[in-house]
């Protein structure tokens, strides 16, 4: 069991590229979530998919698209990306069980210069 | 959901109990009171949670006052391993939507 696993680990981009962070889960679980967390902060929720075909924003969705591709992945695309976009992003993943229990991948490390 | 107020940072002896406070007064009847930890760098981890009854597991013990305005999440034994940022958390939710604040610091020494 893998559990959460995200990629790139690392990257740098320059200012108006795009990329897409990649999340895929094998623990069956239904909802699954993006955060960012930038120095210092609490991690703040950008989207998440209650179920797979289903997306809704969080507290900071400008700037970022994201797609369920099925079950098990769900990757978060940054169109044009901005240094005010540098930061920690990690995926998480949970069941529809009787408590919250969200588990996380290792995170992905974006520098926008 | 309810917002919390924890202290920014603590010290604990290494061995001894870890006591962290939370304050969420403004809770209510049906959210509960989530525990996460995240050791540096690394994604946040799951310690505990409850709802008004105080809960125990092999991590940690969670108690929550009568009137459900805070909490302490207590670390029997505390390790240089439990060195942490530690997140309390309201949650109506049984998936769904966290609201992460800036959590305790915590440093284990020996």
């Known amino acids: 069991n893998a559990g959460v696993t995200q990629t790139p680990k690392f990257q740098v981009l320059k200012t108006g590229q795009s990329m897409t962070l990649q999340c895929a889960q094998d623990?069956?679980?239904?909802?699954m979530y993006w955060y960012r967390q930038d120095p210092g902060m609490g991690l703040r929720l950008i989207y998440y998919?209650?179920?797979?075909?289903?997306?809704d924003k969080g507290e900071v969705p400008n700037g970022y698209n994201v797609s369920r591709l099925n079950k098990r992945e769900f990757s978060l695309r940054l169109e044009s990306a901005a240094p005010s976009q540098t930061s920690v992003y990690f995926c998480?993943?949970?069941?529809?069980?009787?408590?919250?229990?969200?588990?996380f991948g290792p995170g992905t490390r974006l520098t926008v210069l | 959901d309810a917002k919390t107020t924890q202290p920014p940072s603590m010290d604990c002896a290494e061995g001894r109990a870890a006591n962290l406070p939370c304050n969420h007064s403004t809770i209510s009847g049906n959210e509960y009171v989530y525990w996460y930890r995240q050791i540096h760098s690394q994604g946040p981890q799951y310690i505990i949670h409850?709802?008004?009854n105080n809960e125990t597991n092999e991590m940690a013990s969670l108690i929550i006052t009568e009137d459900r305005k805070s909490s302490t999440l207590i670390l029997p034994h505390a390790t240089l391993r439990d060195t942490a940022v530690y997140y309390c958390i309201i949650s109506t939710d049984s998936w769904g939507k966290f609201q992460f604040g800036a959590g305790t610091q915590v440093v284990v020494t020996p």
């Open positions: 409850g709802l008004k």
């Open positions: 998919s209650a179920s797979e075909g289903t997306t």
């Open positions: 623990m069956n679980h239904n909802s």
């Open positions: 998480a993943s949970s069941d529809h069980s009787s408590y919250n229990e969200q588990f």
